[in-house]
Antibody, heavy 125, light 107 residues
Framework: QVQLVESGGGVVQPGRSLRLSCAASGFTFSSYGMHWVRQAPGKGLEWMTIISYDGSNEYYADSVKGRFTISRDNSKNTLYLQMNSLRAEDTAVYYC??????????????????WGQGTLVTVSS | EIVMTQSPATLSVSPGERATLSCRASQSVSSNLAWYRQNPGQAPRLLIYGASTRATGIPARFSGSGSGTEFTLTISSLQSEDFAVYYCQQYNNWPLTFGQGTKVEIK
């Protein structure tokens, strides 16, 4: 079955960087768009970014544009999120999510299914 | 950005009763609307996509309806695992956006 396993979370100081990874299995990784969605403690869900199946297209929420970079290595079935200039408001559980039906080049078919278990990032001095 | 607004914020329902949740989009999203359930301490789970198509393994007590700007999720007979937070999400335009959530609690 489809599995998404995030890693790389932890405690980091404001202004520093962190890279998250997501190991995918159980499906043809190179055929699907992949997302990162986050959830601050006690808050709702916030979509952050998507990368298309082949890495040729990326889209970002305004809140992370210019600071975060999504990438993928289809040879390793792995998704990444490079987070720079971290702020206290970036504290959240970060979920790796597979596009439900799309390659990721267009918004259509981009429901989220399934989700990883999440990794917690805490930005604090 | 398309703003998704869910109502009510909290819904108190008895087990076995029916629950009706609403989601409104600030502009038309056609049928590009999904619903998720999030149980405490867990990742969200897809329930409905395309406004009305149940995801794989989702029981028939969940149904979705609507198009354009007004959408509804109905749970016909609440089970214990259904007491959770529900989110709607549009995927018609970038950026993809969620509603703020509806918490379904035991009455």
């Amino acid at each position: 079955q489809v599995q998404l396993v995030e890693s790389g979370g932890g405690v980091v100081q404001p202004g520093r960087s962190l890279r998250l990874s997501c190991a995918a299995s159980g499906f043809t990784f190179s055929s699907y768009g992949m997302h990162w969605v986050r959830q601050a403690p006690g808050k709702g869900l916030e979509w952050m970014t998507i990368i298309s199946y082949d890495g040729s297209n990326e889209y970002y929420a305004d809140s992370v544009k210019g600071r975060f970079t999504i990438s993928r290595d289809n040879s390793k079935n792995t998704l990444y999120l490079q987070m720079n200039s971290l702020r206290a408001e970036d504290t959240a559980v970060y979920y790796c999510v597979k596009s439900g039906g799309g390659s990721g080049s267009y918004p259509n078919f981009n429901w989220f299914d399934p989700w990883g278990q999440g990794t917690l990032v805490t930005v604090s001095s | 950005e398309i703003v998704m607004t869910q109502s009510p914020a909290t819904l108190s329902v008895s087990p076995g009763e029916r629950a009706t949740l609403s989601c409104r989009a600030s502009q038309s999203v056609s049928s590009n609307l999904a619903w998720y359930r999030q149980n405490p301490g867990q990742a969200p789970r897809l329930l409905i996509y395309g406004a009305s198509t149940r995801a794989t393994g989702i029981p028939a007590r969940f149904s979705g309806s609507g198009s354009g700007t007004e959408f509804t999720l109905t749970i016909s007979s609440l089970q214990s695992e259904d007491f959770a937070v529900y989110y709607c999400q549009q995927y018609n335009n970038w950026p993809l956006t969620f509603g703020q959530g509806t918490k379904v609690e035991i009455k």
